[in-house]
């Protein structure tokens, strides 16, 4: 059983930035391709971003492609998304998501292969 715990979430202005961490545990974090996915209120969850867990393969969504940068640390059992140039339609919120992958498999956008999700962290985008 693998938990995720999110952080970093907040409210900042249109333009700005701010960085997503995920805390993995109670797994061997290296076997999971990892992914980043929001939901804004009265919208549906979707896709933001998800890297793979070898090879640093990465999805990015269009909406995000240029702005966003996720990242891991398999040293550390963390993932990051790194969000900037923030616009008011990046508001929702948060969550990160673990996938237990075959070596190879890359990350997906889908988030019905996800195994095991965090609780959520808010991001706020004013303009």
């Known amino acids: 059983q693998v938990q995720l715990v999110e952080s970093g979430g907040g409210l900042v202005q249109a333009g700005g930035s701010l960085r997503l961490s995920c805390a993995a545990s109670g797994g061997t974090f290296s076997t999971y391709n990892m992914g980043w996915f929001r939901q804004a209120p009265g919208k549906a969850r979707e896709s933001v971003a998800a890297?793979?867990?070898?090879?640093?393969?990465?999805y990015y969504a269009d909406s995000v492609k240029g702005r966003f940068t996720i990242s891991r640390d398999n040293a550390k059992n963390t993932v990051s998304l790194q969000m900037n140039s923030l616009k008011p339609e990046d508001t929702a919120v948060y969550y990160c998501?673990?996938?237990?992958?075959?070596?190879?498999?890359?990350?997906?956008?889908?988030?019905?292969?996800?195994?095991?999700w965090g609780q959520g962290t808010q991001v706020t985008v004013s303009s």
């Open positions: 890297i793979s867990r070898s090879f640093g393969t990465t």
């Open positions: 998501a673990a996938d237990r992958a075959r070596i190879g498999k890359s990350p997906s956008a889908s988030g019905s292969e996800y195994d095991y």
